[in-house]
């Protein structure tokens, strides 16, 4: 049986999945550790891989039957190629990960399907003190319509437009009639100012408001202020929270995934404004991910936003703190928004 495990591995790749079970298999002398989506990559705590035969090492674990999952073997804080695995995706930290699926795939809406009308995409470069570096490179889509339309601004907007497909998913729901034409500007984010442009900070907001969204209203057909949306991911999903409360007069829809709401444990003050009730005719869309970390503070949040009788919607996705995960999942918190008008 364990030399089965083997020749499956070498025959189907890795892990091998029977029903609701992923097996990894290892072959060589000796075996590194695994981490990932299912231990919340606890380096502190690799998993270790058990012997079953000479040069042949498994370890199974249970997971929900529609899960994405990413992982890696480490050895000495390294990761290692699993070789029965070909299907890799950057980590963000300049590894990769390996990744499978339980079932199914990712889902259809990245697919460019015959007969439907494309929007058009266009980058800009806008210069300012606001951003770090003092340049920004910003995407706009007009979606494939004449008639005004509300404004998405995306948070992680090189990562939205390429490793979500975020213009393709838009364009395939607005074909199937299930969201209303929506534009988007996708702001790419500052590189190693990342963290300190997220956590919500004075000078990013500044940029959004007064160079993002006048660039936007100048070259896309859109609806007055008031109608837009804020998207983010992780600490773009804090950041899209915050603007989305603090400025009702400009947004009135908000999609946050898989928000750091918390940093070091701690609440940030997108709870005070929660609590103090800002902007409360928000509609707000919350996802996480029922494999990371973040899962309790969204739904630390989610339980504040109920209580503050808030118009929010949370779910909890089958997947990790990663892109791929937020692409399969975006499309529920575009329809729930941005319904199509009937």
Known sequence: M????????????????????????????????LVGDFNRWNARDPIELRRVAPDVWAHTVKLLRDAYIEYAFVRDGQHVTDRFNANVAPNGYGALNHYFYMSGGPTPLIQRQRGVRRG????????SDLFFGNRRAIYLYQPPTDQPGPLLVVFDGRDYLRRVRLPDIVDNLIAQGRMQPVALALIDHGGPARIQEFSAS?????????????????RLHLTEPGDYGVLGASLGGLLALS?????????????????????RGHETFVFDLVRAKFNRHAKIWLDVGRYELLKSTNRHMRDWLAAMNY?????????????????????????ALFPPDR
Request: proline letters at 6%; aromatic letters at 10%.
């Open 120 to 127: 058009i995409v266009s980058r800009h470069v806008i210069e």
């Open 202 to 218: 004075e000078a990013i907001i500044g940029a959004v408001l007064t160079r993002v969204l006048p660039l936007a209203e100048s």
């Open 311 to 335: 118009d929010a919607t949370y779910r909890e996705f089958h997947g990790g703190h990663n892109f791929p995960a937020w692409r399969d999942d975006v499309w529920r918190g575009l329809e």
């Open 243 to 263: 603007l989305g409360l603090r400025y009702p007069k400009i947004f009135n829809r908000v999609l946050s995934q898989s928000g750091s709401f918390t940093l």
């Open 2 to 33: 364990p030399q089965h495990l083997l020749k499956r591995a070498q025959t189907e790749g890795t892990p091998l999945i029977d029903g609701d079970t992923a097996t990894f298999v290892w072959h060589g002398h000796e075996a590194p550790r």
